[in-house]
């Protein structure tokens, strides 16, 4: 519509632009794109692995569960640390657990075997005290030797160690890393195993105590 | 795109729409098309309020929870925003009598009206007196959060207007800028009223 | 009229100052500075929570919404619309070389053709996945994908990009945005400045859906269910905000095309004589402005279900409400893409006879019921959450909407009957299209009897329907004005012989593929699972070959298209004799179509009429 103004009659600047930079500019922002898309979370974890284990963590650790994933990603401990977990569920709606182990633990099922848990669990016979439980659903210790300081949680029978947290749930698990060095797995087995499939699991490095 | 490009490669695109010698007159065509398209953009917006208005119903009836302060976030921004269709109305008028001094001056009007339901609405987003994890408390703060959006719009809308008129687009033989601002206002203030009694009243 | 640009054709003139920045490289710079400004206001300022990830669900819609406008004012929204809403002289000049289909302009043939570029770059991305799909498929257990969920994200992708940018867009802001400026003697649409900006949202939507992976699978394919997509990881997020990106371009074309169609027609264009094609046009675009924002409220709604949680669908919602208002729209979305497809055919049957229109004002009258009736059927898609007494009236308007489609077929047969056919590629195409939307209707027409609905509800039945709807009719049209529009686009003319051995490629691998759909879905093949009962492995295995063919065809068309694009037979300005007023012009993108104006004489579809069918007006009856 003509209550618009008139265009510049002669240009300031070249409208031809350059071609090159457009092609190298686009070119790698589709391989970048490809490249996030599939290779995302292991470019993550190998950047870790590279990166990671100078960075050994003693003292409280925050771990954050939200839907659905852990943050961070990576720990890595020192055998003989004392070390405390910090562990918030973001999450607004959902309920998240948190084991720590290897291998998996099999149900067979139609499709193919479920995961369940882990198949050794890294919590046998370490001792932990559990502190400022806070919205904690349930809590099995397994074969853990745990002392409660403060409000005591709902604690059941059945699986690994794990702290159910509800939405908004947090609590402390202090404990000194067993000597049980090399890379161990966390993950949230809840809803049968989808949360882990969506992506909610970490590695923990545990590095020989020093000599 | 194969024939032309050998001949003269470096000329540029001709555009009949704004190679023209600009701020001309609006033909009653194009006003009438400018009108149109309006038209059809207030009827496909005005669709998302049917929606809430439904989802409303679907999720919690006729429900209407104690306490509800009646004026913050419900009386007070419908005023405001209805009030509003009037002076908008009066600033459109006043262009086409060439008053371009009273056109500026409703739409500043309008601009403060439209910044102080902004306020109000923000106020009320923050200060009712429910849980929002509840049916009638989610789809409250959601219709009200349309309101923020739509009444942002119609309010930058009114304040382009003034920036135009200052730099002199708008004039009596071109009425599109403000009337479009005035028909944008006039919606967002009519619907805004149907979410209100939605809300408060029924 | 030329006299105006007569200012800007020195080559020198533009050629000074230094040269500006890609557009598209600027796009993207500004998206990533939005982002990154907004995502780092939001996660680490205003809703900052200790010890979260830098980019959170909350976070990343608003850094998207930044990032999207700063894409649109990079490509071009910044020199077009911005600076001279406020005033400033317009400072955008599109070289007339390729250039231009990389950069925002106002042209509608070369928006038209960034469309289509566009939208077929979405309909091959979303063919991938579903290549990926059908690989997943070739065995019973899960072999290609990691999990589940990367299946079903596959899926969800495939749905939505096929959807929302080819089906919904191909036809509607690619050919339409190209055509029906012309078909009416118009040298412009309505609002230029809408179709650039709505044009440039596309590509931003299909990108933000096919990386929606990136912030985590979602599981909920097209229709974004809930209580599922609340369940789902942050995927879900950019499926609702690249949704919402698609639609609101096709909601901005709809309006200019419709605004078009109505008040650019050339003199003498009068009502009774609209070209069908704008007829279909205004019948979608009608649907698009009714429907497409009552589904971006929809998914608003979602969203905030989802990132606040505002529990309005899940938890102590209802999913049902969700499920009401997606399908309050995603069923008129059917007719969306398929309208459109009808028109082709009445526009291309009586070219190619070369006989009038049989019973034009039925096939009109047949376009606009469907688009009326197509608002009553909704529920069909919900008979196993409904009460059986509930379910008649959707049946029942169900099967009606095939009276109103049948006109569409009767006026196509009668155009056709005693006719000098000439059986060309375009032709073959159509009839093809009828042949594989009359499979579509008739299983439609079974599948909206509840008994069947409730045996093959989420089968490979439905699956094979609703492909033989879409492709069968909306693809295969697409494919048809792709062929009878090239000598219209490229001045070219491609080879009979390769023009039908790429349409009888297609027609058979199609037919072989989701003709199979029906028959697996009979047995049992279930939908949304990437693992499946031995007994149907055989099948799925073949079905899978077939579509790698399928795949393999469409790809066969697109290489050969281009290469006539750029290498074919040179041929007249109206080589079919068409009298549409598309081919009484020969302007390229970036040239004026109709200079001086045309004045409309006759009708475009009477063939026992040998006149002109316009003459050019002379300068003093330009108003």
Redesign the interface.
């Known amino acids: 519509m003509s209550d618009?103004?008139?265009?510049?009659?002669?240009?300031?600047?070249?409208?031809?632009?350059?071609?090159t930079?457009?092609a190298v500019?686009?070119i790698l922002?589709v391989i970048a794109?490809i490249v996030?898309?599939f290779w995302?979370r292991q470019i993550g974890d190998a950047w870790s692995r590279m990166f990671g284990t100078e960075r050994v963590q003693t003292g409280t650790t925050?771990i954050?569960q939200?839907?659905?994933?852990f943050?961070p990603r990576h720990i890595t401990w020192r055998v003989g640390d004392k070390v405390t977990i910090s562990l918030?569920n973001?999450s607004?709606?959902?309920w998240h657990e948190m084991m720590i182990g290897r291998g998996f633990d099999d149900t067979p099922y139609v499709?193919?075997p479920v995961h369940t848990q882990f198949d050794q669990d890294f919590w046998d016979g370490v001792h932990v005290t559990m502190s400022h439980a806070f919205k904690v659903d349930n809590f099995v210790p397994n074969k853990a030797i745990v002392t409660f300081v403060g409000q005591k949680p709902f604690t059941t029978e059945g699986g690994n160690f794990s702290p159910t947290l509800e939405p908004g749930g947090s609590l402390d698990l202090t404990f000194t890393v067993p000597n049980k060095p090399g890379t161990w797995q966390y993950g949230c087995f809840v809803?049968q195993f989808?949360h882990y499939?969506?992506?909610m699991h970490g590695t923990i490095t545990i590095l020989p105590a020093k000599t | 795109?194969?024939?032309?490009?050998q001949k003269?490669?470096?000329?540029?695109?001709?555009?009949?729409?704004?190679?023209?010698p600009a701020i001309s007159e609006l033909?009653p065509?194009e006003l009438?098309?400018g009108r149109?398209?309006a038209a059809?953009?207030v009827?496909?917006?005005a669709?998302?309020y049917?929606?809430?208005v439904?989802?409303r119903w679907?999720?919690a009836g006729s429900y209407i929870p104690a306490g509800m302060n009646q004026w913050v976030g419900g009386l007070l921004p419908t005023i405001l925003l209805v009030v509003g269709i009037l002076f908008a109305w009066l600033g459109v008028h006043a262009n086409l009598e060439g008053r371009k001094g009273a056109l500026q001056g409703w739409f500043t009007v309008n601009v403060l009206l439209g910044v102080a339901a902004i306020v109000i609405l923000l106020v009320a987003l923050t200060t009712y007196p429910f849980n929002?994890?509840?049916?009638y408390?989610?789809?409250y703060?959601?219709c009200l959060?349309t309101a923020v959006f739509y009444t942002i719009v119609s309010t930058i809308v009114m304040l382009?207007v003034i920036?135009?008129s200052a730099?002199?687009?708008v004039s009596p033989r071109t009425p599109y800028g403000p009337e479009s601002a005035a028909v944008t206002w006039t919606f967002n203030a009519v619907a805004w009223f149907a979410l209100y009694l939605a809300l408060y009243v029924i | 009229?030329?006299s105006?640009?007569a200012?800007?054709?020195q080559?020198e003139?533009?050629?000074?100052?230094?040269?500006?920045?890609?557009?598209?490289?600027r796009g993207?710079f500004w998206a990533a500075i939005g982002f990154f400004i907004v995502n780092t206001l939001v996660s680490e300022v205003l809703d900052r929570?200790p010890?979260?990830?830098y980019v959170?669900?909350v976070s990343v819609t608003f850094g998207w919404t930044a990032a999207t406008c700063g894409w649109l004012l990079g490509v071009g929204a910044w020199e077009l619309v911005v600076k001279?809403?406020?005033?400033?002289?317009?400072?955008?000049?599109?070289?007339?070389?390729w250039?231009?289909y990389?950069?925002m302009?106002?042209?509608h043939k070369?928006v038209g053709?960034q469309y289509m570029v566009t939208s077929v770059a979405g309909f091959f991305i979303a063919g991938l996945a579903a290549m990926l799909m059908r690989f997943e498929l070739m065995q019973g257990?899960?072999w290609t994908f990691p999990?589940?969920?990367a299946y079903l994200s596959t899926v969800g992708i495939h749905g939505t990009i096929m959807m929302f940018s080819f089906g919904t867009v191909m036809l509607v802001g690619g050919f339409g945005n190209y055509l029906i400026p012309l078909m009416i003697g118009s040298?412009?649409s309505?609002?230029?400045r809408?179709s650039a900006i709505s044009q440039w949202l596309l590509p931003v939507g299909i990108?933000t859906v096919?990386?929606s992976?990136?912030l985590?699978?979602w599981t909920t394919g097209w229709r974004g269910y809930a209580p599922l997509a609340?369940?789902?990881?942050?995927g879900i997020v950019f499926y609702y905000l690249g949704v919402f990106a698609m639609t609101t371009s096709s909601?901005l074309v709809s309006?200019?095309l419709?605004?078009t169609i109505?008040?650019?027609r050339a003199k003498g264009l009068t009502w009774n004589r609209i070209p069908m094609y704008a007829w279909g046009i205004l019948a979608a675009s009608l649907l698009n402005?009714?429907?497409?924002?009552?589904i971006?409220?929809?998914f608003?709604?979602a969203l905030?279900?989802n990132i606040?949680?505002?529990?309005?669908f899940?938890?102590?919602?209802?999913p049902l409400?969700y499920m009401?208002?997606f399908w309050l729209f995603g069923h008129p979305e059917v007719y969306i893409v398929v309208v459109p497809a009808f028109a082709l055919w009445q526009e291309i049957l009586p070219v190619m006879g070369q006989k009038t229109l049989f019973a034009r004002s039925w096939g009109v009258l047949g376009l606009v019921f469907v688009m009326m009736f197509s608002g009553l059927v909704w529920a069909h898609h919900m008979f196993t959450n409904m009460r059986n007494d509930q379910m008649l009236p959707f049946s029942f308007f169900t099967e009606m909407i095939s009276i109103p489609t049948g006109f569409a077929f009767l006026v196509s047969l009668g155009t056709v009957w005693k006719s000098r056919l000439r059986l060309t590629t375009p032709t073959l195409l159509v009839f093809m299209s009828m042949f594989n939307f009359l499979i579509g209707g008739v299983t439609g027409v079974m599948l909206a009897d509840p008994v069947i609905n409730l045996q093959t509800h989420d089968t490979f039945f439905v699956v094979g329907h609703f492909h033989y709807t879409i492709i069968g009719a909306m693809v295969f049209s697409f494919m048809a004005a792709a062929y009878y529009w090239l000598p219209r686009?490229?001045?070219?003319m491609y080879n009979e012989f390769w023009g039908k051995v790429g349409a009888i490629w297609v027609f058979i691998a199609f037919n072989a593929v989701f003709g199979q759909f029906l028959l697996i879905g009979l047995r049992g093949m279930n939908r949304w699972v990437p693992?499946y009962p031995k007994y149907l492995q055989n099948m799925n295995f073949e079905i899978s070959l077939f579509a790698f063919l399928l795949g393999l065809g469409f790809l066969f068309n697109l290489v050969y298209y281009i290469w006539v694009?750029?290498y074919g037979k040179r041929v007249d300005a109206n080589p079919w004799s068409a009298k549409t007023l598309e081919w009484q012009s020969t302007s390229?993108?970036?040239?004026?179509n109709f200079d001086p104006p045309v004045q409309v004489l006759m009708g475009f579809y009477d063939y026992s009429d040998e006149r002109p069918v316009c003459k050019p007006t002379s300068p003093a009856e330009v108003?």
Request: net charge neutral; glycine share 6%.
């Open positions: 618009t103004p008139a265009s510049r009659p002669t240009p300031r600047r070249n409208p031809e632009w350059s071609k930079l457009f500019v686009f922002v794109a996030a898309l995302q925050h954050e939200y839907d659905y994933g943050h918030h973001a607004a709606t959902h499709v193919g809803q989808m499939v969506a992506g | 795109m194969a024939g032309n490009e003269h490669p470096f000329e540029a695109e001709p555009w009949t729409i704004i190679r023209r033909t065509r009438r098309l149109f398209g059809l953009f009827i496909s917006q669709i998302p049917f929606v809430l439904n989802v679907m999720l929002t994890l509840s049916h408390g989610s789809i703060v959601t959060g382009g920036f135009r730099a002199g687009l | 009229m030329s105006i640009f200012d800007i054709s080559s003139a533009l050629r000074r100052g230094r040269r500006m920045l890609p557009p598209v490289v993207l929570t010890l979260a990830p959170t669900k001279p809403y406020f005033g400033s002289p317009v400072e955008w000049d599109v070289p007339n070389d250039r231009r990389f950069m302009s106002l042209d070369v053709i257990n899960l999990t589940p969920n040298n412009s309505a609002f230029p809408v990108v096919a990386l992976p990136i985590g699978t609340e369940q789902d990881p942050n909601l309006i200019n419709t605004a109505l008040f650019q402005i009714i429907w497409l924002p009552e971006q409220m929809t608003i709604l905030l279900n606040v949680p505002l529990p309005m899940s938890q102590i919602g209802t409400t009401e208002v686009f490229s001045g070219r693992v694009w750029r390229a993108p970036g040239e004026t108003s």
